[in-house]
């Protein structure tokens, strides 16, 4: 069955990065984007951006560009999600979900990562 | 590029009827029928409900259905049942990116 498994909770010092992942399995990989969403205490979904794994291209919310690089390693069917300069307003629930086109809104979720920004 | 507008709250009894909207412009809602609705249960991973505006995914009851008029798109829960009580989102493609709306919370009387 599809899953999408990601890493631990973090806990980071304002400036810091985060990086947090998301391993793939019950599906062919390489066909179906990855989105990263987030929702900070409180708030509702924010979409980051999305990662095509077959060839790495990438597309950010103009919000997060400069600051949020996504990448993949095909080998092991991951994707991670590192967020550069954090601040406080980024304590949030990170989710990885996927999608077959770029357009569409995604069809499977994993359950979230949650980063906690704090000195 | 700020969220699509949905209403904060709305609420129903057992076996009624309800429709959530979803605002968007022009550019977005109004120009793609790519139109997604997501349940949220809090500290669970969404699950979409429907896709394409009006498309229900394989295993999603048929008490949900979408619409869109214009620039809003139009979510319509049938039959209201207490596991229905979540957070409900709406998704649009944009021409660049995705962007949600606000969310609306279904309370379940």
């Known amino acids: 069955q599809v899953q999408l498994v990601q890493s631990g909770a973090e806990v980071k010092k304002p400036g810091a990065s985060v990086k947090v992942s998301c391993k793939a399995s019950g599906y062919t990989f390489t066909s179906y984007y990855i989105h990263w969403v987030r929702q900070a205490p409180g708030q509702g979904l924010e979409w980051m951006g999305v990662?095509?794994?077959?060839?790495?291209?990438?597309t950010y919310a103009q919000m997060f560009q400069g600051r949020v690089t996504m990448t993949r390693d095909t080998s092991t069917s991951t994707v991670y999600m590192e967020v550069g300069s954090l601040r406080s307003e980024d304590t949030a629930l990170y989710y990885c979900?996927?999608?077959?086109?770029?357009?569409?809104?995604?069809?499977?979720w994993g359950r979230g990562t949650l980063v906690t920004v704090s000195s | 590029q700020s969220a699509l507008t949905q209403p904060a709250s709305v609420s129903g009894s057992p076996g009624q009827s309800i429709t959530i909207s979803c605002t968007g412009t022009?550019?977005?809602?109004?120009?793609?029928?790519?139109v997604s609705w997501y349940l949220h249960h809090p500290d669970k991973a969404p699950k979409l409900m429907i896709y394409e505006v009006n498309k229900r995914p394989s295993g999603v009851s048929n008490r949900f259905s979408g619409s869109k008029s214009g620039n809003t798109a139009s979510l319509t829960i049938s039959g209201l049942q207490a596991e229905d009580e979540a957070d409900y989102y709406c998704?649009?493609?944009?021409?660049?990116?995705?962007?949600f709306g606000g969310g609306t919370k279904l309370t379940v009387l």
């Open positions: 990662i095509h794994p077959s060839g790495g291209s990438t």
């Open positions: 979900a996927r999608s077959y086109y770029g357009t569409s809104g995604p069809d499977f």
């Open positions: 022009s550019s977005d809602v109004g120009h793609y029928d790519l």
């Open positions: 998704c649009s493609y944009t021409g660049t990116r995705m962007i």
